[in-house]
């Protein structure tokens, strides 16, 4: 991980030999980012992306391979640990930029799942390939079906089907799809807004996001007039107000 001076935390999956998949290491020093760029109140945003062609092929093969030779409590102890990998990056309170600049397949489309925005090549090649090795996409499930949508997942998930960055934008996987040459810029251009906006209020929308989605109306509408009162209440609350009124740059600007 590398973070500038402006607290943007570039974090990059550096497994390019193996396609960047997901062994135990990799999901023991994801989860060591996670708690790390939490703590830090200087890190604004991150960028997670991929050493080599491939963004991330899922998972490694060797640890799947060792995962059968297990007891079944130790298989789901490892699940769970997969599963807290993907729940810290999802609930991370600074936004995550995914820069999507290869092809992503099983555990991989979950990981772009978890990313705020995503931001992909044209090239870009995606797959839910589980079901192929006699698998579920069961741990990143969650995450991808509430990115895409029930009848996208059944699209994809129950036959392991290879798609193209113009579809995984169409079916919400993807923010944005450019050209190899214009990737860095877009996903300059994405971290140059979010350095506008105030952090604390990142933070909160991304909890109402996550609430409004999964509650009632009549849930939502007392949530919501809460989170705002609170907001208003706030030094970056005022800060931006007051700095708006005035014609100025607020301070986190």
Not at 158 to 171: D, H, S, Y
Request: net charge negative; proline share 2%.
């Amino acid at each position: 991980m590398d973070i500038d001076d402006r607290g943007v935390a570039y974090v990059t999956f550096n497994r390019p030999i193996v396609h960047n998949a997901m062994s135990a290491d990799f999901i023991q020093e994801m989860q060591h980012i996670c708690a790390t760029v939490e703590l830090d109140a200087a890190v604004r945003v991150v960028v997670l992306t991929g050493a080599g062609k491939t963004f991330c092929a899922g998972g490694d093969l060797k640890w799947m391979e060792n995962n059968i030779s297990k007891t079944r409590a130790q298989r789901v102890e490892e699940t769970i640990k997969l599963a807290k990998m993907l729940a810290a990056l999802n609930n991370l309170s600074k936004p995550i930029i995914g820069r999507i600049q290869g092809p992503a397949y099983g555990g991989g489309v979950g990981m772009v799942s978890v990313c705020d925005i995503n931001i992909g090549v044209e090239t870009a090649k995606f797959a839910l390939t589980e079901v192929k090795l006699g698998l579920t996409p069961a741990t990143i499930s969650p995450y991808v079906v509430k990115r895409i949508g029930a009848a996208n997942a059944r699209r994809n998930f129950l036959n392991a089907r290879v798609f193209g960055a113009t579809e995984a934008k169409t079916i919400g996987l993807l923010t944005d799809v450019v050209t190899v040459g214009e990737l860095d810029q877009a996903i300059e251009t994405e971290v140059k807004m979010i350095l506008k906006c105030a952090p604390g209020a990142i933070a909160s929308t991304k909890k109402l996001i996550d609430y409004v989605d999964t509650h009632t109306a009549e849930e939502n509408a007392i949530y919501t007039a809460d989170n705002l009162a609170d907001a208003w209440e706030t030094e970056e609350g005022k800060e931006g107000i007051e700095a708006f009124l005035n014609k100025r740059k607020a301070s986190w600007a």
